[in-house]
């Protein structure tokens, strides 16, 4: 069995599941690590025993001949490690979400991962939670009929959890693509989340091309909740990440389902070396992780332009970015606060440019 040696780059939380997923498989070796915090480097790397250890995720590349990458910085580098990852040749690259902060940025690394023949995926790992899977494999069977409304609410920003949200709604519907969004958000403060400047409120009403409506509500503050709700023409079918409610119309009694299986990480791993292999096509591939940055921008673009949405969008920037730096989003109570800057080491308080 050939032994696949991965690096990761960025010793954080997300980090040590990247370690996990790849422990559980047999023929992966994490041979290096990277991160230009010495404490982040050096705590990860006793952690887990990884002797190999780089403070450049550059010099970790070019020395450590690769055949997975693993990318678990802050969403601003995912993009521009990617392209350093891919351009050194790896067989594949697992980049977290979200995908990356605009959509110039998504194709720029797609650009990256087929110029240099590498398999690109993005860690939307509740794919392959089992409960998820299973909600698909009934909604796409038509357990519940036509689906007409899917409804989530988030926390955290749209790129955040709820980048997570949308794709649950693509994944359990059979991921169908959406045609247009129609969205609005509110900025009162000047806060950031992961040295993104990130809304306080946002809503999106997402039509996708099955013929279902989405609903997304997401509040800054609001409860890390990863679940839904789908709405068929012949029941009701609820979801979070430990069990699926199945609610008949005929009895009006709700089914409950606690489907069990591999760990979501370790599943996210082995396909990725059955991807590898020529077995399959990962599940979460680059373009599944584009389309939930594509509907995320479409909303933030339909605040901007007061108006509807269509796809594919054509704006490459953030349009939240835009309307800040345009003067359209006065905060009413200045002063910038990342709401994860907690987790950084050290003296650090806003992190450094790539
Ligand atoms: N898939 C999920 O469920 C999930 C859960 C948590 C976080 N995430 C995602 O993972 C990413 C990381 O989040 P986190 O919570 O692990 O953050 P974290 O702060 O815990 O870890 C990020 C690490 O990156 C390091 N880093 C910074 N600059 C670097 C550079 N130039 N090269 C290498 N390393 C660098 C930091 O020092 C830090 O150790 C985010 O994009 C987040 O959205 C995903």
């Known amino acids: 069995m050939p032994t696949y040696r991965a690096g990761i780059i960025g ?3 997300i980090a040590a599941n990247h370690v996990s997923g790849f422990q559980g498989l047999e023929n992966v070796d994490i041979a290096a690590i990277a991160d230009p915090v010495a404490t982040s480097l050096s705590t ?5 025993e990884i002797e190999n250890r780089y403070s450049d995720a ?11 990458v693993s990318i678990a910085t802050w969403h601003k580098l995912h993009a521009p490690m990617t392209i350093a990852a891919c351009s050194r040749k790896p067989k594949a690259v697992l980049c977290e979400k979200p995908m990356a902060v605009n959509l110039g940025e998504c194709d720029e690394m797609m650009i990256a991962a087929k110029r240099n023949d590498v398999k690109l995926a993005i860690a939307h790992q509740r794919r392959f939670n089992p409960v998820w899977t299973e909600a698909r494999n009934l909604v796409t069977s038509g357990a519940i009929g036509d689906i007409r409304q899917v409804t989530a609410k988030g926390g955290q920003g749209l790129l955040n959890d709820c980048s997570h949200l949308l794709d649950m709604m693509r994944y359990v519907m059979g991921d169908p693509d959406a045609k247009w969004v129609i969205g609005n958000i509110e900025r009162y403060t000047d806060r950031y989340e992961r040295d993104i400047q990130i ?4 809503v999106g009403i997402i039509r996708f091309s099955n013929g279902a409506i989405g609903q997304l509500l997401q509040e800054l503050d609001g409860p890390h909740y990863q679940g839904g709700i789908f709405y068929g023409t012949d029941g ?5 990440e430990l069990k699926i409610r199945l609610l008949s119309p005929e009895t009006g009694a709700w089914d409950e389902r606690t489907p069990e299986g591999e760990d979501p ?4 791993a082995r396909e990725l070396i059955e991807w590898i292999e020529g077995h399959t096509v990962h599940r979460g ?19 901007r332009l007061h108006e509807v ?5 054509r704006t490459m920037a953030s349009p939240l970015k835009v309307m800040i730096e345009n003067g359209d989003l006065p905060v009413q109570r200045p002063g910038r606060y990342d709401v994860r800057a907690f987790l950084l080491k050290d003296e650090t308080m806003r992190p450094d440019d790539p």
Do not use: K, N, W
């Open 11 to 13: 010793c954080g939380s």
């Open 44 to 48: 990860f790397g006793d952690r887990f």
């Open 58 to 68: 550059r010099e970790m590349l070019d020395v450590e001949q690769l055949d997975i």
């Open 199 to 202: 809304e306080d409120r946002s």
């Open 236 to 240: 009701i079918l609820e979801l979070d």
């Open 265 to 268: 990480h370790v599943g996210q």
């Open 285 to 303: 591939s680059a373009e599944h992780g584009r389309a939930a940055v594509e509907i995320i921008m479409a909303i933030y673009e339909s605040a």
């Open 309 to 313: 949405t269509p796809f594919p969008v």
